[in-house]
């Protein structure tokens, strides 16, 4: 949540620093739930996001970039954990 910033007037921006891209929106939030959004969280942040046509779709592709990024992650830690529980949510959501 780093990446929010305010203006004076209260508008509310989020800024991507990490994979600069065009295309719907719904892919950064389908990398929000695999990369940082505990499991149990999902359905309020989903809910948060307003319209999410597509996330369906969007779920696959961020579920292989997390295999990727659990792939450096140790295989006993809590962070590892943390990565497949994401992942398995994922999955659950795609069947």
């Given at each position: ?41 999902w359905k309020d942040t989903i809910a ?23 792939a450096d992650t140790p295989v006993d ?19």
């Open positions: 949540m780093r990446n929010m910033r305010t203006s004076p007037a209260g508008e509310v921006a989020f800024l991507d620093w990490e994979d600069v891209g065009i295309g719907p929106g719904v892919y950064d939030l389908a990398w929000l739930l695999v990369s940082s959004v505990d499991r149990h969280q948060a996001y307003g319209d999410t046509t597509g996330l369906r779709d969007a779920l696959p592709s961020a579920a292989a970039q997390g295999f990727f990024s659990l830690s809590g962070v590892a954990l943390a990565w497949v529980q994401r992942i398995e949510e994922a999955a659950r959501r795609i069947r």
